[in-house]
């Protein structure tokens, strides 16, 4: 299989300058085999090293598919079920606003339907059963009951992690890295910070600071318990031997059929995208796209599957909030011979009255940080993320769009008609005042 991918190479510098991204590394494989690898730009801005396809960059929320498959592996020996209670596991869970544990499933865990919305992120809690009483505590409005609501919560994925420690007598990274990182040969793919040091060819992680112009460096986290959901730090070609347990049954320890649950769709997040087990699908051009994004300070990821064509893409950065989704469905579009800036959707235009659109004005934020206003510039509705303004459209009564993306940000009304939470950043945030 031979592309062109000079003007993917010309897309991605181009999307590198106008982003602020300091580095890029793309794989892709088609039935198994790399057909394209490359870095682009800098892994140390300072010492202007370059990165390459063996650059190792953190891989933030891709980690949770890794974790996903090792709780579908456990199902297969009959080890658990993913409709078996949390509670079966973990019996002294106790979350405030859960009347009844016993409807909390594994398997709303992993789609992350619990109700439970964003809550304060606490790294510094480091064995899985002391999160338990961090939770006990909580002070918080349930979004709704098990299966209602889609609202990412690494707080109660990284639950997972605690019933794989309790199922098999192990830590829960070493119970990865055995399972995954060994058995597949990742051999540049790590949990540990320390490791990491000692490996040559790692990122610095960079936030771009729009207010300096200037790129700030940042440490590695050390995460905690949330390494369950994304403390793995690897490289676009290692990202593509462990594609391969999707795609090839011959190449996974895991049966196809029990592995492809990760991407049966489980909850309709957005018009055309799908959440399932830690991965996404949407519908695209007579096949389906199934991928994951990730981000962290320094980190924007995205990696994912076409099943019916057997073909794999990585895509990391080392900057925060790097459009790493972007450059993926470019590379996908290349292979499929699409226009590279093809979006996997566009919404409709909806004439929405001045009544109408008054609605929507107010701050929607959530404990853990998330934070969207929506405000009135004249007539056109804008978005305010993190300072900067972003020109919003509507798509129908419910949905506004934002332009320059046309990323749709749904909205949750109550039987009042007006909005109580909007969906943004893949977390539910509620509307905290009015305009």
């Known amino acids: 299989m031979s592309h062109n991918w000079l003007d993917f190479e010309i897309y991605v510098n181009d999307l590198m300058i106008q982003k602020h991204i300091p580095g890029v590394a793309v794989a892709v494989s088609s039935k198994g085999k790399v057909i394209y690898q490359k870095g682009f730009g800098y892994r140390d801005l300072h010492k202007k090293l370059p990165v390459t396809p063996e650059t190792i960059f ?26 078996d209670p949390v509670v079966e596991y973990i019996p002294e869970l106790r979350i405030p606003g859960f009347d009844k544990m016993n409807e909390m499933n594994i398997h709303h865990l992993l789609s992350h339907t619990t109700g439970l919305p964003p809550i304060k992120r606490r790294e510094e809690i480091n064995r899985l059963e002391d999160h338990l009483e961090y939770m006990s505590r909580l002070s918080v409005e349930i979004l709704g009951k098990p299966g209602e609501y889609f609202s990412y919560s690494n707080d109660a994925f990284l639950l997972l992690g605690l019933i794989i420690e309790r199922l098999t007598g192990r830590l829960f990274r070493r119970y990865i890295t055995t399972r995954f990182l060994d058995r597949l040969d990742m051999v540049r793919s790590t949990f540990s910070i320390e490791e990491l040091m000692k490996f040559e060819n ?12 200037h790129y700030e460096s940042h440490k590695w986290p050390s995460l905690g318990n949330y390494e369950v959901g994304g403390g793995i730090r690897s490289n676009v070609l290692d990202l593509l031997k462990y594609g391969q347990i999707y795609l090839n049954e011959k190449n996974s320890p895991i049966k196809h059929d029990v592995l492809s649950r990760m991407w049966t769709p489980a909850y309709q997040i957005l018009p055309q995208t799908f959440y399932g087990y830690a991965l996404m699908m949407t519908p695209y051009q007579g096949v389906t796209l199934v991928e994951h994004s990730g981000g962290q300070p320094g980190v924007s990821s995205n990696f994912g599957f076409i099943p019916e064509k ?34 996997a959707g566009v919404e409709p235009d909806y004439g929405m009255s001045e009544l109408e659109s008054e609605k929507f004005i107010g701050i929607y934020e959530s404990d853990e940080g998330g934070r969207l206003e929506i405000k009135k510039n004249g007539n056109e509705l804008t978005a305010w993320i993190e300072e900067e303004s972003f020109k919003l459209r509507a798509a129908d009564e419910r949905t506004l769009v934002i332009k320059e993306s046309e990323w749709p940000i749904p909205f949750y009304f109550d039987e009042r008609n007006m909005p109580w939470a909007v969906f943004f950043g893949m977390r539910m945030l509620r509307k905290t005042n009015g305009k």
């Open 58 to 83: 953190g891989i933030a929320s891709v980690t949770k598919s890794f974790t996903a498959a090792a709780i579908m592996e456990l199902q297969q020996e009959g080890r658990l079920s993913v409709d």
């Open 202 to 213: 790692v990122t610095v992680p960079y936030t771009f600071n729009k207010m300096n112009d």
């Open 310 to 343: 057997e073909l794999a893409v990585a895509v990391l950065t080392n900057a925060s909030g790097a459009p790493a989704g972007d450059i993926w469905l470019a590379a996908v579009n290349n292979v499929l011979g699409l226009p590279l800036e093809q979006k």
